[in-house]
Each structure stands twice: as C-alpha cells, then as structure tokens.
C-alpha cells in the first residue's frame, strides 16, 4: 500500500508536511498530478531553486531517489551511480570569497546510527574533496554520532555551499604544530604564524605573537580597575583545551590582583587555525564584585614592540563606522609649512616606508603618543589623540557607531590589527593607543571604559518598606516584582565577549585590507548547515520544520497567514531594538517585557514589567523560527540573545550559583531566582549550532544545579509545606524538574563527566512523575538532588496544583526531543511516563468531561493560555494519530485566546510630538505573547501541519 497525501515534500516515519506514517520502505511512486511518495527514513527532500532544477535524496538506506518538478517523482536503482548530493552547509549571511580564510568552526548534525564515534569526514565543493578534522559534540542514545564540529581555514576553497560526507581514513599532514615546555605552550601554523604562552605563574596572557619570524606583538594581559585602584593580571592556568590538524584552542585561566585582592576570575581562550591569519579570543568573566566595589575598567591590553623604527614610519589605522579607514602618523608630514617632498608626504600617507635626510627641522614636529577614542552611549564616539601626558588632548573626529577596530605598526615590518565585536552595541567601551612614541607601544580596548561612570549595580530603589513576605506579596500585586532585600545583586553574574587580532609582518596593510579585518569583527562569517539538512537528522526533533516555502510549496492561506504573523513579530522586536536602544553593557541582547501604550514606550522601570530575563520561553522562539526560516537576522538576535541570557541573567558564583533572575528592573534585581531562567534548554540551540566553547562550559557549569535547589526555597513566599526530609528539595515539576531534565539530557548527549549519573537521575524523574497519582498535575513534589528519586510533599501541600506557567518555559519542547531520543532504547521508562504526560496533554485544553475523566476533578479558571497549551493538544494529537485532536489544537492555537485569528496585527508608524521618537509601535504586543505565539505556531506546524484548513 502507499500512502496518498496533499503535499509532494514529505518524510517516511514523520511527514514534515502532512505527518503520514507508512511502513513502505523504498516503494516506487511516479505521478502525474495526485498521490505522492514518502521517502524512507527521516530524509526531507531538497528545496528547488527553479520548476527544471532536479531534487535529490541520499537517505541512510540503500535506495536513492531524485525529483524533477514538473511533474513526475522518479526512484533511481540503489546502486546507481549518481551526482554530487546538493550542498549541506551553506553560509549564513552573503557572499564572501575570502571567508574560509578567516578561519572558522562549524557543525553538523547526523542521522540517528549513520555514523559511530571516530568517523572521518570531508568537505566538498566545486569538485573538490578537503579532509576535515573532527569534534564529537554529541551522540545518539544507541552511541552512535548526532553532532560534529569541524574547522576549515585558507586550505579550503571558497564556495557558496558545501557538503559534509564520510570519508575514509587517511594520513593528513598536521598544519598546526603545539610544543610545550615546562614553562611554555608554542603554537605554530603552516603559514608562518606563532603564538607563545607561558604556562605558569605569569602576568600575561600570550608573550608573543610572531608572523614570517617578525615579532607583531609582544604581551596580552587583561587590565582592570576595580573602585578606581588598579589591577593586573594572574594567571592560575594555561592549558591546551583542543588540538586538532587544522586548529588549536589555548585556554588561560585567571583573575586579577591588587596587593593578594584578587577579583573578576575570567577565561580566555585563543583559536590559532592552520592557514588563517586572524586570531580569535573570547574573553569571558564572572562579576564577583559588590556594590559598594565597583567595577571601574576592564580591557584586554596588547603589547606592540616598534624599537627604532622612526617615528614618522610609525602608522596608526582607525576603521570608521562604513569600513572607511582614517590614516595618522605618530610624527604626521603631510600638511606641514616646510618640510619633506611631495613624494615622501604621499609615501607616509599611503603607509610606505620613507627615509629622511637632512632634517634638523623635523625636531620640530610634534610626535603624537596616544590616541584615545571613546563609545560612551550607542550614538556616539570621539577620538582625541595628545603629544604627552599632562599636555592637552586634540579631537581627532567622531561619528554614530565605531565599527571597533584599529592597527598600529611599523611601516617597514608591520603591525598588529585588533578589533571587538559588538563594539558600540556593548558600550561604554573605549579603545586607547599608548605609548606610540617609544620602544613599546600598546593597544586597549576596554570592554567597560574607564571614562564611563562605575558600573553601578545598586538596587534601584531603597527597599521602600517591603521587609516582610506580607508587604513583598501585595508590592509584587502593585509593580509586578518580586522584591526582598540582599537578593538584587549582580555579584556572581558574568559575560564574554569577542575579539580578533590580525598579525601583520610584512608593512602597513591597505585600506582593502583593514576594511575587509572590521567587517570579520563586526560579522564574523558562520557556515551553517541548512534547514532539511537540520531536520532531516532529526535533531531538536518535534518542535520545528522548516518553512514550507523554503521547499519551493505554496502554503495554504491560514498557514500563510501565521507566516506573515511570525515575520511581523520578529521584525517589530528587531526594530525596537533599535528604537528604543536596548543596547549597553548589561542589556545587549536582551528585550523588554511589556508595553505602555499611555506613555508610549515601554515599561522599562515598572517592576517585572522591564526586562525580559527569558521569560515564556523567548530565546527558544528566537532559535526555532531560525530553524524554520533559516533567516541571518534571526540567527543574530538569537545569538545576542544567547550571549546576553546565558551570561548576565545566571549566577556563575556566590549564593545563587546556578538560579537565574525573573525579569526586572535591573537584570539582577528581581528576588525570584530560579532554574527556569538558567534552564539549559534555551542555550544548546547554539552550542550545537556552532560548537561554540564558552556556551559549552555554561551548559556543563549547570548539571549540578540541583544543588541550588537545597539552598534557596523558591516557593517561600507563596506556598506552605511541612518538613522536608534531608537531600530533598521542594521542586515544581516542571518549572524546577524541566530545567534540571534538560540539563542532563543535554549532558547525556554530549557524554559529559557524569552524564551517566545525571541520565539516572533523569529517568528517576520520568518514573517518579509516572507513579504519582496525579502525574504531571501533581506540580510540587520532594527531589533527592543526588538521586533524582521523587516524593510526593506531606501536608499542607496540596496533593495537586494546575498552573498555566508550567508549560510554558520549554518543558514540551524538551519532552517531545527527549522521548524521541530514549524511547527506543528505555522503552519502559519512558512510555510510563508518556501515559501521565498525555493525559495531562489531553487534559489541559479538553475541557472539565476530559479532565474529570483524566484526573477526577476540573482545572481552575486560572489555566489559561490556551493557544500555548495547544502544543500539548497537538502533541497527543501527533503520538496518538488522532485527526480530531490534531483539528481541535489548531481551533485552540486559533480561535482561544492569545493571538487569535481575528487579531488585529496593526503596527503603528511614530513620530514627533506624540512620540519621543520616529519608528513604529504595536500598543497590544508583550513578549509574553508573542514568545508564546512564536513556539506554538512553529511547534504546531511541524507535528499538525495537515490538519490546518
């Protein structure tokens, strides 16, 4: 038999479009104009870029299909040779012929059992095979490969898509060479590049970076000052985080001291590729410091040697805000009364080397030793520069938003480029220019600039009388936050940041050239794989597919309709960004919470109406309509976002280790520190995405987290409960259990040191939901933090509890990826526990005859956010092939509450005098609501696709 269905794009076991199941493996189907074929395995077959452009699939099995449109679905035999299979990792953003050479990492996802650990891979491109070095990031439950990185840098050639494949083993000369000595790390490229590190007891970070045997830098040490006294760099640890043939990762550890103070422990971490020039650092810090300490700097300082070079042959670069470069010299020539030839003036300005003869009046020119150009607010930077200290400083120029890049050098044996990420975005930040009139000069860039106020982290309010529960419950019913005092500190929180440096041996660089460095600082290029590659493998598997007009298909009205609203969200949260500056060294990457459409703007200083920490799930709508439309601008936010959560809105140390902060005022503010803010869950879209390093230590800083949970009763203020025995903790299912759930899953898949515990304690969890008499509905229960066994609470808790919050921080989307990565190989644990999931799924939304048939009583009023909740209608919907709860999901996402189909999506157009500002408003939108909005319909589409009119 073979399946009929309305779409021609569809999925063997899990129709993308229609959700079919067939058993038909391999079966044949050619078609004129009705019935179409679903090919084996989870392969989703490729987009068309024109009617005439063939389609091919390679699934995991031996048959091999191909499609040409129109109109006819053609099965090549199995063994037939065939073509090159259509790329599997595109760039993100634009095209760029100089990208590979930059040096990058990228990842990719892999089938369930297509490849077993220590697989070898290539890449191919333009009829071109390039070996590949290899990461394991994750596996599969049955071991097999479900997330590789690799690096690829100048040996691999430029092509507008790739494709990843398996390749056998075979002998690559290494291009990258690591020796170590008792007191250094030397790494060293095919390309002539090499960087020392010591390995202990040092002050700095690097001591020398090397390019053609020249010297281009001379030290790297992370300089601070902490209530205006400064402090210099200690160095706990150098380590060799990763080696590959094409790559090294070098990871130094450290704080920094004042006299046996020590503050501000931080991690760097330098990635040297074999035959890029650009280094990568990211640095990332903890915030250790209390009010009453305030940070007042923080920069990474590179040493720059010119020893006798002239000081008319010394060069300095700034890169403006469109990539244009502004030229100085540290003893200018060009403009002077008397003085050099017209040759010799052209020289310096174009950055070649000069020689001057006969020159007594050249003791008369001014030699300029710094340079200082500061980004205090988002609009705004100045440069000055001045001859000395003590002496007046000069304004260069200034302009909007500094692209955060400058150079230094030495016209005849070059220099060293440097440049932050996000520069204007993360302001105050500032970049100085020292000492470039002796033998060392240096380069700065302060990630908080020491011409900015102290970072102020004092509560923002004096406590206003709220000393007891009492009186902090009815303040949270006024303004909405959770106050209580000594809980509003940023003592523990942290944040990372990007730089690249770019070695130069051989002269001053050309404009081209430093223009081209600021636009990989500014948008370092990301090879991404695409979305059918993503979904086909299975990966975040349930809460996403790609959109269908990504596979060439026209979408019927309504799910059209929900495609323009998905688009009209972001845009507007991308555009309020921008409006209303959410921008600055704490908030960048975040958003706000709620609106006030009497003062037309948002409620930025209204309690937990301000910032948004996470809230119903933000970041994860970010990533999975990155996932469903593949869109950079997208994938930016999302990132930012990541960065911005995962960092400033979790404690990494102190009293709260592991809880993250409910939105307010301040990002720390709130008093309600919890596990659903720090959830891991909303943080491995982007390690798996990218690999990258730092979200995996924050991802791995979090499997223990359930050790907060003994420290601090989230629950004090608002519920009741007797004594809790030792090793427990008072846990809510969801909002408590879902984040330590995704915690350890994610350890599991990655194979972490002491996944294995933490799988345990994950499936104690699923059977302990599975035996509670009201399951999931239960809500509190008591955890054994080292077991993860679970009990039900004594009196005065009340044996079950339905909140509308519980479902909406991600606990869905964890399960429908979890049972679909345990069930084959733990099929009783987690089909126990599927039985009291579903009866909750079906509950919720069914009515009072289903939740009476479910659980013997009728939900409250209070279990609102339908449309929310429609996800678990579709998910019962899905697991059960049932129709009619697959169509009365959709009437709940459509016709309940939220965003409903009659919702007016009216964006409104501002400008003076009724508002402060031109751009645009939406009076009815929250983030709660179109977080929410966003999941729902991405998580709808991709399981109850076939059922929307």
């Given amino acids: 038999m073979i399946d009929s269905c309305m779409n021609f794009y569809c999925i063997m076991s899990e129709c993308i479009l229609c959700n079919h199941t067939t058993k038909n493996h391999g079966l044949l189907l050619t078609a004129q104009t009705s019935g179409y074929h679903h090919p084996p395995s989870r392969q989703l077959l490729k987009p068309l870029a024109s009617s005439s452009t063939p389609l091919s699939l390679s699934p995991p099995t031996s048959h091999f299909f191909s499609i040409d449109l129109p109109p006819i679905l053609v099965l090549r035999a199995p063994h037939q040779k065939h073509a090159m299979p259509a790329p599997n990792l595109r760039w993100l953003t634009g095209d760029n012929p100089d990208a590979p050479a930059t040096g990058l990492s990228l990842t990719m996802p892999w089938p369930r059992g297509r490849y077993q650990p220590n697989q070898n891979f290539s890449i191919e491109t333009n009829n071109k095979t390039y070996p590949l070095d290899s990461r394991e990031l994750a596996y599969w439950a049955d071991g097999s490969l479900k997330w590789t990185a690799h690096s690829i840098s100048g040996h691999v050639g430029y092509s507008s898509g790739y494709t990843v494949r398996a390749a056998t083993e075979q002998e690559i000369e290494s291009r990258i060479q690591v020796k170590t000595t008792p007191e250094h790390i030397i790494v060293s490229t095919k390309i002539g590049s090499s960087v020392r590190f010591p390995t202990q007891g040092s002050a700095t970070l690097f001591e020398n970076i090397s390019l053609d045997g020249q010297q281009v830098c001379s030290a790297a040490t992370v300089v601070a000052s902490i209530n205006n006294q400064e402090y210099t760099t200690v160095v706990h640890k150098t380590v060799i985080e990763n080696v590959t043939w094409s790559r090294a990762v070098v990871k130094v550890s450290g704080t920094v001291g004042n006299e046996g103070k020590e503050h501000l422990p931080f991690d760097v971490r330098v990635y040297i590729y074999s035959d890029a020039q650009p280094l990568k650092i990211v640095f990332s810090f903890i915030h250790d410091l209390d009010s009453e300490e305030p940070l007042t700097s923080l920069g990474l300082r590179f040493s720059v040697p010119f020893r006798d070079t002239e000081h008319y042959n010394r060069h300095i670069r700034f890169v403006g805000p469109t990539g244009g470069i502004l030229r100085e010299e540290v003893q200018g020539l060009s403009g002077l009364w008397h003085g050099p030839g017209v040759q010799n003036r052209a020289d310096q300005a174009s950055g070649r080397a000069i020689t001057l003869t006969d020159t007594p009046w050249l003791s008369y020119v001014p030699s300029w030793n710094d340079y200082t150009l500061s980004q205090l607010s988002s609009d705004g930077f100045t440069l000055k520069k001045r001859t000395n200290e003590g002496c007046s400083w000069v304004k260069v120029t200034g302009g909007s938003r500094y692209s955060g890049t400058a150079y230094i050098g030495s016209a005849q044996r070059g220099g060293l480029a440097v440049g932050m990420t996000n520069f204007w975005e993360q302001y105050p930040t500032q970049i100085d220019l020292n000492n470039l009139a002796t033998d060392e000069a240096s380069t700065t860039i302060w990630v908080y600039s020491p011409l900015a106020q102290p970072l102020d982290t004092r509560p923002y309010h004096d406590g206003l009388g709220l000393d007891t529960y009492e009186k902090q419950l009815k303040g949270l019913k006024a303004t909405y936050e959770d106050y209580e005092p000594g809980f509003g500190t940023a ?459």
């Avoid at 936010?637 to 005022?665: I, L, N, P, Q």
Wanted: proline residues 5%.
């Fill in 491 to 949: 003592n523990g929180i942290g944040r990372t940041t990007v730089f690249f440096l770019r070695p130069y041996s051989n002269g001053t660089p050309s404009d081209n050239d430093l223009s081209a460095f600021s636009a990989l600082v500014r948008a370092p290029p990301r090879l991404i794989p695409t979305p059918e590659t993503i979904y086909n493998a299975g990966v975040f598997h349930g809460t996403w597919a790609p959109d269908t007009r990504l596979l060439g298909l026209n979408p019927t009205a309504t799910e059209l309709n929900i495609e323009h609203n998905l688009d009209t969200l972001f845009t507007h949260y991308q555009r309020q960004v921008e409006q209303h500056r959410w921008y600055g060294f704490w908030d960048y990457g975040d958003v706000q919470h709620t609106y006030d459409p009497y003062r037309h703007a948002w409620r930025y200083d209204v309690g937990g109406f301000a910032w948004d920490n996470s809230e119903l799930s933000t970041d994860l709508w970010l990533w999975l309509y990155f996932l469903h439309s593949g869109r950079a601008d997208v994938f930016r936010m999302a990132e930012a976002m990541t960065r911005h959560t995962s960092e400033v809105d979790v404690y990494h140390s102190g009293r709260f280790k592991g809880f993250g902060t409910r939105h307010g005022v301040q990002h720390f503010s709130d008093s309600c520190k919890q596990l659903r803010i720090s959830n891991v869950l909303y943080r491995r879209f982007y390690y798996f995405l990218t690999g990258d390093e730092r979200t995996g230590d924050l991802i791995t800083e979090l499997q223990d987290s359930q050790h907060a949970l003994l420290g601090l009763d989230a629950h004090r203020k608002v519920q009741q409960h007797g004594a809790i025995p030792e090793g427990f903790a008072l846990t809510d299912i969801c909002l408590d259990g879902g984040a330590l759930a995704a915690s350890w899953f994610t350890a599991w898949e990655r194979r972490e040191p002491g996944w294995s515990e933490g799988r345990d304690r994950l499936f104690n969890i699923l059977e302990g939901i599975a035996n509670l008499k009201y399951g999931i509905a239960t809500k509190a229960v008591l955890l054994h933090t080292k077991t993860g066994e679970v009990h039900t609470c004594p009196p005065p808790t009340r044996p079950y509890a339905i909140s509308h919050l519980s479902m909406l921080f991600g606990f869905p989307e964890l399960v429908s990826e979890l049972v679909d990565y345990a069930e084959s190989e733990h099929p009783g644990t987690v089909d126990a526990f599927l039985k009291v999931y579903l009866a909750y799924c079906r509950a919720y939304n069914g009515g009072a005859d289903v939740q009476r048939e479910e659980y013997g009583f009728e939900f409250p009023a209070t279990a609102t956010w339908r449309q929310s909740h429609s996800t678990l209608t579709a998910f019962a919907a899905r697991r059960g092939s049932n129709a009619e709860l697959a169509r009365a999901a959709w009437q709940q996402f459509l016709a309940t509450d939220g965003y409903t189909k009659d919702h007016q999506w009216k964006v409104t157009p501002t400008a003076a005098p009724t508002y402060f500002s031109d751009g645009e408003e939406a009076p009815w939108m929250t983030t709660n609501e179109a977080a929410r909005y966003g999941v729902s319909a991405i998580f709808n589409l991709a399981n109850i696709r076939r059922y929307l009119d």
